[in-house]
């Protein structure tokens, strides 16, 4: 038996010129099917039939626009796809397996044997990796300069760069990058700016706006929210992007239906989330500032941040992640971690529930020690990905970390 569906029902696709982000996060990108279902459906198929083998060939052949196989084409990633582009603001956004394969793709589709790229040093560690091991295999030589010198920049730039990649805030010591001043740089040089929104969201930043090129997320963190799926997503113009799934296509770092059903629904929630994160960050930042056993909070929030006006003017918020540096070294800094008894141990971010590590030997681990000294990443450095936890809870435990410091010899109990 095949069950019918809905007959002369018109249902008008919404109007959402000029809305919000917040808006976005919960109307946009959404494919309604003949069910007239008020929910995103999934579609868990990996091939679609046709009524012909005409309409196939026109399917294969780009003459016909529609589904084809779901390794490129899948309605449930398309609707991610679609509600990404627009809050960011982009024209057209490409799902990808994971963060690491968004700038994987970006730069196997964009760049070429002999092109250079600008990378800031202040990025996640495998991203360093990725480019200065395994994209130098392909001929492509990066240059790694700090993220707010921009005298240095301007040097390392030379007549075969064709990227300047960063992230801002940065990773984990949120610095923050002047984006219209980089943009400015890229352009003058022909080269593309591109820019990992990871940590602010385009609830708190958009980085198209302020002149980049490409926004590229690990869809996994934030965009999510609860530590669900992996996955990722790159956002620019139509030409760029048209590159960048043609990469995909070949070769397959794409994103699975079901993933991508998770992160379209974790969007809806995405600007409450934020902010919960923003104020809880802010008050623990202000909070560990005030622990004798802290040296140095890292969060943009706080006026002793060096770019925290800079900040004010390119964010809404100043996220959900900080660092601090603890008196002592590697010892201490495991120490007061595993004194913890409520956050968890883990390097993933950007979750509902709080999350501690120690960047040295876990994110940035990879790194050589010159790369860890010139990047910040010292022994005594802790991370920690605020949740939206009661904040006073927060303290209470991360205050058990604090004691073992001072009585090292009751040990973690």
Same mark, same amino acid.
């Given at each position: 038996?095949?069950?019918?569906?809905?007959?002369?029902?018109?249902?008008?696709?919404?109007?959402?010129?000029?809305?919000?982000?917040?808006? $976005?996060?919960?109307?946009?990108?959404?494919?309604?099917?003949?069910?007239?279902?008020?929910?995103?459906?999934?579609?868990?198929?990996?091939?679609? *039939?046709?009524?012909?083998?005409?309409?196939?060939?026109?399917?294969?052949?780009?003459?016909?626009?529609?589904?084809?196989?779901?390794?490129?084409?899948?309605?449930?990633?398309?609707?991610?796809?679609?509600?990404?582009?627009?809050?960011?603001?982009?024209?057209?956004?490409?799902?990808?397996?994971?963060?690491?394969?968004?700038?994987?793709?970006?730069?196997?589709?964009?760049?070429?044997?002999?092109?250079? *790229?600008?990378?800031?040093?202040?990025?996640?560690?495998?991203?360093?990796? $990725?480019?200065?091991?395994?994209?130098?295999?392909?001929?492509?030589?990066?240059?790694?300069?700090?993220?707010?010198?921009?005298?240095?920049?301007?040097?390392?730039?030379?007549?075969?760069?064709?990227?300047?990649?960063?992230?801002?805030?940065?990773?984990?010591?949120?610095?923050?990058?002047?984006?219209?001043?980089?943009?400015? +740089?890229?352009?003058?040089?022909?080269?593309?700016?591109?820019?990992?929104?990871?940590?602010?969201?385009?609830?708190?930043?958009?980085?198209?706006?302020?002149?980049?090129?490409?926004?590229?997320?690990?869809?996994?963190?934030?965009?999510?929210?609860?530590?669900?799926?992996?996955?990722?997503?790159?956002?620019?113009?139509?030409?760029?992007?048209?590159?960048?799934?043609?990469?995909?296509?070949?070769?397959?770092?794409?994103?699975?239906?079901?993933?991508?059903?998770?992160?379209?629904?974790?969007?809806?929630?995405?600007? !409450?989330?934020?902010?919960?994160?923003?104020?809880?960050?802010?008050?623990?930042?202000?909070?560990?500032?005030?622990?004798?056993?802290?040296?140095?909070?890292?969060?943009?929030?706080?006026?002793?941040?060096?770019?925290?006006?800079?900040?004010?003017?390119?964010?809404?918020?100043?996220?959900?992640? +900080?660092?601090?540096?603890?008196?002592?070294?590697?010892?201490?800094?495991?120490?007061? !971690?595993?004194?913890?008894?409520?956050?968890? !141990?883990?390097?993933? $971010?950007?979750?509902?529930?709080?999350?501690?590590?120690?960047?040295?030997?876990?994110?940035?681990?990879?790194?050589?020690?010159?790369?860890?000294?010139?990047?910040? !990443?010292?022994?005594?450095?802790?991370?920690?990905?605020?949740?939206?936890?009661?904040?006073?809870? $927060?303290?209470?435990?991360?205050?058990?970390?604090?004691?073992?410091?001072?009585?090292?010899?009751?040990?973690?109990?």
């Amino acid at each position: 038996m095949t069950l019918r569906r809905e007959e002369n029902v018109w249902i008008p696709e919404s109007d959402l010129e000029g809305m919000s982000v917040d808006t $976005l996060a919960v109307r946009s990108g959404q494919i309604r099917t003949g069910e007239l279902e008020h929910s995103d459906p999934i579609f868990p198929t990996s091939s679609f *039939v046709y009524g012909s083998a005409a309409q196939a060939a026109a399917r294969f052949g780009g003459d016909e626009p529609g589904n084809i196989y779901s390794r490129f084409t899948n309605p449930t990633v398309q609707a991610f796809e679609g509600r990404m582009a627009a809050m960011e603001g982009g024209e057209r956004a490409v799902a990808t397996a994971s963060g690491m394969a968004a700038i994987l793709s970006t730069c196997m589709a964009l760049l070429k044997s002999g092109d250079h *790229v600008v990378c800031s040093r202040g990025v996640f560690g495998t991203t360093n990796v $990725l480019f200065q091991k395994y994209m130098a295999k392909f001929g492509v030589e990066t240059s790694f300069v700090s993220l707010t010198d921009m005298d240095e920049w301007t040097r390392a730039v030379r007549p075969e760069t064709r990227m300047l990649f960063i992230e801002t805030p940065s990773n984990p010591l949120c610095e923050v990058a002047d984006m219209a001043a980089l943009a400015k +740089l890229a352009r003058a040089h022909d080269a593309l700016f591109v820019v990992d929104n990871c940590f602010c969201t385009p609830v708190l930043q958009r980085p198209l706006e302020h002149g980049a090129d490409i926004v590229i997320h690990s869809a996994t963190k934030y965009l999510d929210g609860q530590g669900r799926c992996v996955g990722g997503v790159v956002v620019g113009p139509n030409n760029l992007m048209e590159e960048v799934y043609g990469f995909l296509r070949s070769a397959g770092p794409t994103m699975s239906p079901f993933n991508a059903w998770v992160f379209h629904k974790g969007l809806e929630t995405l600007p !409450i989330r934020m902010r919960a994160h923003c104020d809880n960050a802010l008050q623990l930042a202000l909070w560990l500032e005030q622990q004798p056993a802290v040296d140095q909070v890292f969060y943009a929030g706080l006026e002793s941040h060096p770019q925290h006006e800079l900040a004010r003017k390119q964010q809404s918020g100043f996220g959900g992640v +900080l660092s601090f540096r603890l008196t002592g070294g590697r010892a201490e800094a495991w120490r007061f !971690i595993d004194a913890t008894r409520m956050i968890s !141990i883990t390097a993933n $971010l950007g979750d509902v529930k709080t999350t501690i590590t120690h960047p040295a030997t876990t994110t940035h681990g990879r790194l050589s020690d010159e790369d860890k000294d010139a990047a910040g !990443i010292t022994e005594n450095l802790v991370r920690i990905s605020v949740g939206i936890e009661a904040v006073e809870d $927060l303290k209470t435990d991360l205050a058990r970390g604090f004691q073992a410091l001072q009585n090292p010899s009751k040990g973690n109990v």
